[in-house]
């Protein structure tokens, strides 16, 4: 089985306001006020998820890299 170098992670606006993220790979959710926040907020979140677990058994490999999609909701007239 080939292990994922990557954990990708995606950024919405709230419902109500602010920013969530969310992780595809492990069940990661958190929120921020702002983008600087919310990616503040992740970073401390997948380290806390993944600290002593073997990554592994996430098919991740050791030490992976932390990728992130901001998703835009375009309004429209």
Known sequence: MKLNPKITAKIRTGNERGYVAECEEIAVVTQGNSLDEVVSNLKE?????????????????????????????????
């Open 45 to 77: 979140a997948v380290l806390l998820h993944l600290e002593d677990e073997d990554p592994k058994t996430f098919g991740l490999v050791e030490k992976p890299m932390l990728s992130i999609i901001y998703e835009l909701e375009p309004e429209y007239t």
